[in-house]
């Protein structure tokens, strides 16, 4: 495969991606040219151009900070507010874990966080499922009350 087969292929990869998806492009590795291989490639770019593009997402290299250490991350444009809000929700969080134990290692704090993390996400999915049983229930009890109360009229 050619350089700008390989070029065509990154492109049309990232153009499928979802947009809400944190989008990184990694070298496409270089392969022994076949006939098929060309052939599949060559009708990937004719279909390509015949149908219409969609707008590619607006991405945005963001540096964030985490417990001291900074991770560069790349995110849709329109996303950014909601990463640096839980960037500093985890960073609070990371911050109070490094002072509680401060001999922990940076990926030690980080799965603590993501235990933490999945521990809350977990318990308001239970809240939520506990909630709608309630509702059931009640819906069920008002149902058998209204009943009685025409059969009684």
């Known amino acids: 495969m050619t350089d700008d087969q390989s070029k065509s292929i990154e492109k049309q990869l990232k153009n499928t991606q979802a947009p809400s998806v944190p989008v990184t492009s990694a070298p496409v590795p270089a392969q022994k040219t076949t006939p098929a291989a060309s052939n599949i490639s060559s009708a990937m770019a004719q279909s390509n151009t015949k149908t219409p593009k969609a707008p590619e997402p607006q991405i945005k290299k963001v540096d964030i900070a985490i417990a001291g250490v900074t991770y560069p991350i ?31 290692s940076q990926e030690s704090i980080l799965v603590l966080c993501c235990l933490n993390l999945y521990e809350k996400i977990h318990a308001n ?10 509702d059931k229930q009640s819906e069920a009890l008002l149902n058998k009350i209204m009943k009685d109360a025409h059969s009684i009229l």
């Open 125 to 134: 999915q239970r809240s939520d499922e506990d909630r709608l049983q309630k």
């Open 74 to 104: 790349f995110c849709p444009v329109h996303e950014q507010e909601e990463l640096l809000s839980a960037v500093s929700y985890i960073n609070n969080y990371a911050l109070d874990l490094k002072r509680d134990a401060p001999s922990l």
